[in-house]
């Protein structure tokens, strides 16, 4: 089986930067893939990391370290727009995604 | 161009009821799946098809779960003798293929079993 755990809440005010871990313990790994969900709509692709190290992709940074089952999420100069729920998912066979429960993320002004 | 798209974005039927969902994915993609997205939870996968056939249903929770994709588009998730427990967003993702890293989710139908 697989099991994902991220902090359920992360609070930050604009301009910021705000870090969002997960790790996870699974039979089964070829990536970690970062997702965002606003309140009622479709979860959207952020980014994915396949070998170890820092991917950067404009003010969202996703890193992973395979030997340590662990990977987070950077995301900087925050916006009132980033407030949204943030999910990490292991990649497994036929990409299929486990992903964990989200972290939602709220930036004040 | 367009995204994925689900029909209806609501459904509530009545326990015992059968319920069909729909799913268009993004033209061209091959690779599409269904998960299921409770209250405060992440998306949990259900099915995945490649083309035409269903290559790992080992997510689908019973027997009363069934999914189609008869000509490789357009795909049909079917839920028999619905229970109170099945009421969830049911999403719907495409993706172009196995060499993708990026799975386009559609908004979901809301389904509610009263």
């Known amino acids: 089986g697989q099991s994902l755990e991220q902090p359920s809440e992360v609070t930050a005010v604009e301009g910021a930067i705000v870090q969002i871990n997960c790790t996870y313990q699974t039979s089964g790994f070829y990536g970690l893939s970062w997702y965002q969900q606003h309140d009622g709509g479709a979860p959207t692709f952020l980014s994915y990391?396949?070998?170890?190290g820092l991917e950067e992709t404009g003010r969202f940074s996703s890193f992973l370290s395979r030997s340590d089952s662990y990977g987070y999420l950077l995301l900087q100069e925050l916006q009132m727009k980033d407030s949204a729920s943030y999910f990490c998912a292991v990649r497994g066979g036929y990409s299929t995604l486990t992903f964990g429960k989200g972290t939602m993320l709220l930036v004040s002004p | 161009g367009a995204g994925v798209s689900q029909t209806p974005s609501n459904k509530v039927t009545e326990k015992g009821k059968y319920v069909e969902l729909r799913c268009d994915p993004i033209?061209?993609?091959?690779?599409l799946y269904w998960y299921r997205q409770s209250l405060g939870q992440g998306p949990e996968f259900l099915i995945y098809f490649q083309g035409t056939g269903a290559a790992d249903d080992s997510g689908l929770p019973n027997d009363r779960f069934f999914a189609v994709r008869p000509e490789g588009s357009v795909s049909t998730l079917k839920i028999q003798r619905t229970e109170r427990g099945d009421s969830a967003v049911y999403l719907c993702?495409?993706?172009?293929?196995?060499?993708?890293?990026?799975?386009?989710f559609g908004p979901g139908t809301r389904l509610t079993v009263l």
């Open positions: 993702a495409s993706m172009l293929g196995q060499g993708s890293n990026e799975q386009f």
């Open positions: 990391n396949a070998l170890d």
């Open positions: 033209s061209g993609h091959t690779a």
